[in-house]
């Protein structure tokens, strides 16, 4: 029995060991300052999902540009920048989309004070991201379709990569109006400034939509398998738990109060959904495709490859449907 003891110790300890040995590091890119559109990333995080499945999850946090060479170099494994996806996509990278976030577009256009309309921009200088990531190209959609206003031609744009600067750059005066997503909506409310509109008024794109390198999707099957049921988790408990989402929102997109996180989680909190429909993928690449024919960089006869060729279908599919997840219903309240 002495000698049972110590065996049956050891045993344990290299049980532990073993368990502690499979569960796969993923390093996941996150914006310094935060995002709204990858709220379940964070969440997911916070929550213990990815832990939950089998993952050693580790943020690595870089700027909109850095994390794509990052991604595209193999330093980390996804990226939540479906617009910089597309871009490598379209310019023959070869990329996979794995799970949506954000089925609504979240951004929305302030102005300083004495702007009143869109048409009052006409002339001015706008902050927005860098070119060819979301918080440009919707912004830039946005101008054209609706009020037939071009970068360059009908207004300035100067390329702030954080929200948080241009809040700043507007209520010093440095542009008239500035692209920012909801969760820093109170922040811009609080500094004096404006909502012009909400860019879901004119466009639904799936923001926020995490992708890979094909490589790294053919060899890591199971690890992403576990990384959509990660986020779909996350998709439902941001939806239900209130007071979790708050928590979220205050420790990784700075909102300043528990009042201002429950006005941003009534706002979004039927806005996020693990499934990517077709239509919403489309809309990511054909967005990305006119930016590239403005650009010169795709001809402008040459048409949109099929969507469904980037984007992990079955796996994704099939994942929901295993863990019986609920698909996220756009028109509720």
């Given at each position: 029995m002495r000698m049972l003891r110590p065996l049956l110790t050891i045993g344990a300890a290299a049980f532990v060991t073993f368990g502690a040995a499979q569960a796969q590091t993923i390093k996941i890119g996150k914006i310094p300052s935060g995002n709204g559109?990858?709220?379940?990333?964070?969440?997911?995080?916070?929550?213990?999902f990815y832990k939950a499945e089998?993952?050693?999850?580790?943020?690595v946090l870089l700027d909109g540009r850095p994390m794509v060479?990052?991604?595209?170099?193999g330093s980390i494994d996804l990226a939540p920048i479906p617009s910089a996806g597309a871009q490598a996509a379209l310019s023959g990278a070869e990329i996979r989309y794995v799970v949506g976030e954000s089925l609504k577009s979240q951004w929305l256009f302030v102005a300083r004070p004495g702007i009143n309309s869109m048409e009052d921009l006409r002339g001015k200088i706008i902050g927005y991201g860098r070119a060819g990531a979301a918080d440009y190209d919707e912004g830039a959609a946005v101008m054209r379709r609706a009020f037939k206003m071009e970068v360059g031609k009908d207004y300035k744009v100067i390329s702030l990569a954080g929200e948080p600067e241009r809040i700043a750059a507007l209520a010093n005066g440095s542009i008239d109006?500035?692209?920012?997503?909801?969760p820093h909506a109170p922040r811009a409310i609080n500094a004096g400034l404006k909502i012009l509109l909400r860019t879901s008024d004119y466009i639904q794109r799936a923001g926020g939509t995490v992708w890979t390198r094909k490589a790294f999707a053919d060899q890591n099957q199971d690890a992403l398998k576990k990384f959509?049921?990660?986020?779909?988790?996350?998709?439902?408990?941001?939806?239900?738990?209130?007071?979790?989402?708050?928590?979220?929102?205050?420790?990784?997109?700075?909102?300043?109060?528990?009042?201002?996180?429950?006005?941003?989680?009534?706002?979004?909190r039927?806005?996020?959904?693990?499934?990517?429909?077709?239509?919403?993928?489309r809309e990511i690449l054909e967005s990305r495709r006119l930016?590239?024919?403005?650009?010169?960089?795709w001809p402008a006869d040459k048409p949109l490859p099929d969507p469904e060729q980037f984007l992990l279908r079955s796996l994704l599919d099939s994942t929901l449907a295993e863990m019986k997840y609920v698909p996220t219903k756009l028109d509720a309240k």
């Open positions: 559109f990858h709220i379940p990333t964070y969440v997911a995080m916070d929550q213990g089998g993952l050693d999850a580790v943020f060479t990052a991604l595209l170099a109006a500035a692209l920012i997503s909801v959509i049921r990660a986020i779909a988790k996350a998709v439902m408990f941001y939806r239900d738990d209130k007071a979790g989402a708050i928590k979220t929102l205050r420790a990784h997109l700075g909102v300043e109060s528990d009042a201002d996180a429950a006005v941003i989680w009534e706002e979004t039927h806005t996020f959904g693990a499934e990517l429909p077709p239509n919403n993928l930016e590239m024919i403005a650009a010169k960089q």
